[in-house]
């Protein structure tokens, strides 16, 4: 249960010289969930880390499931003014964020961003993307929105204001004992659960992305980083891929190996990354069982999606 120790000065000090410009206020604090079982962290998520240094926060990263924190890992935090943590695993990203919460690391922030290490990029800056969205004026907010079971902010990466954070329907659900439920039931009680807290606190709930309105995706509600993964990256809306769609890929979208096209050189992300790491982690056991049905409904949202984004790259080449 260590951390390397860095003064809160210091931290601030080393993350301000890389934050010339900071869409959130100053004190942000931004706790990062990792999966490290050898206790180093992979160049794509250095890569990322960096990028949310350059958005003016203070960052705490906890490495879960390592009882060591790799040197390397260790002289880049040193290096980047970022307070790293270890900890057992169990109850995946929300036991995580529990352990920092309980350290005190939240209080008294004006936002709390939650992150996690789910995803490969940004493949565009982060900073423009929070100030258009309007980050440090809303309560709460994410990067994607969604109606697939319930309206709620996929938990990847949020951020919530002082008054949304100790909200008593968010604060119930952040005390819940994660690291006694399975997956499914984390899922349910814990990303699921802090929207639907969210809106019995009053809280509305403002997405860089989000289907909540969309006529079709109250008929069919998916996965919008599944079913929109091109649209999101090659407009810049949400730069970033999803690993489990590049991993596993369970609902047989099409077209996939088109991924690196969307990766321009200018965003400083190597693809080879994403390629070690899908021959590193072979596909896993599938958890979902989509019927036919739902793989139908998926092909056909992300051909349209596909559609769309070739009927714009035409349109550019006209210009």
Known sequence: MQSVSISPAGIIKKQVERAPFAPLPTGTVCLFACYAPDGNLPPYTCFYLKNLLECGIILHIILSGTEIIHKTTQNFCNNYGIQVWKRPNGGLDFGAWQFLLKKGLAEGAPYVLFANDSVFGPFAPLSPLLEKLGARHRPAWGLVASRAVTPHLQSWFIGLSQAAFQSAPVQRVLKLPFADMNRDEIIWHGELGLSVALNAAGFPLHAAWSDLNTPIARFFPTNPMHTHWRGMVQTGTVPFFKQEILRDNPFRVPHLSDWRAL????????????????????????????TWKGRAVYRVITQLDRLKWQKDRWQDAGR
């Open 263 to 290: 990766i321009s050189p200018e965003s400083g992300f190597n693809p080879d990354w994403i390629e070690t790491y899908l021959n590193q982690h072979p596909p896993r056991p599938t958890i979902l069982h989509p």
